[in-house]
Structure formats: C-alpha cells, structure tokens
C-alpha cells in the first residue's frame, strides 16, 4: 500500500461519498461544515478553494486537499462568484458520477467526504 492508503485504514472509514465535478464559465459551490474529513483533488484546470475563517487558495491541476472536520468551504472559478448549495447542486447526481456545471470543460475535480470511527481507549 502506498502511505495514503495505510493512513485512511487507520482512520478506519464509516462512511464515504465523492462526485465528480467538469465545470465551466463562471461557477461556485458552497460545502457547509460537515462532520467527517474533506476532500478535494483538482483533475485539470484550476479552481478556488476558500474555506471558513483561513482564506482562499488558488489549486492547479494535480493538487490535491484534506480539510478537517468542522469546516465548511466553497470552490469555483473565483472568490466573488456567488456560489449555490452543494445540497442543491450534487444530490441529482448518483455516487461515483459527475456533475456539469455550465457545459464543463473549464476544470474538472473529484471532491467528497468520509466518516470515520473513533477508537476507544
């Protein structure tokens, strides 16, 4: 296994979701602060990256984001575009598929979540 993969079954995952996202034009989406680890991969193009009280980043194709729990965060073609819901743009799209956004084609993603079990002492 590589070093990822031996410190996510560490953490022993519960639960998990991710989409896809091939976007394009000007676009954002707003994650609210979820209980389990984000993440978010950039696949090609490039998209910003704000997450609640630290600011934005500028991520390129081929970076990659944990974010912990307890934040939430918006991603899009740029910090002043309003952003819509994720719960009012992922939800008709099934696990594993992808999303359009304006014809796609600007950036394209893979973004999600997981849960995991505490361990008990």
């Not at 022993?12 to 991969?41: L, N, Q, T």
């Not at 704000?50 to 974010?67: I, M, N, R, Y």
Request: glycine fraction near 14%; charge should be negative.
């Amino acid at each position: 296994m590589d070093a990822l993969s031996d410190i996510l079954s560490l953490l022993k995952p519960a639960s998990y979701m991710f989409r896809g996202i091939d976007a394009g034009g000007d676009w954002a989406v707003r994650f609210e602060a979820h209980r389990g680890m984000k993440c978010f991969a950039i696949l090609s193009g490039q998209v910003w990256l704000a997450v609640d009280g630290v600011g934005d980043v500028l991520l390129k194709q081929g970076d990659c984001v944990l974010l912990p729990r307890g934040y939430g965060s918006r991603i899009g073609s740029a910090p002043e575009v309003p952003a819509r819901d994720a719960w009012a743009v992922f939800p008709a799209v099934a696990e594993g598929g992808v999303v359009t956004i304006n014809d796609g084609g600007d950036a394209i993603g893979l973004g999600g979540f997981l849960t995991t079990v505490m361990p008990t002492c």
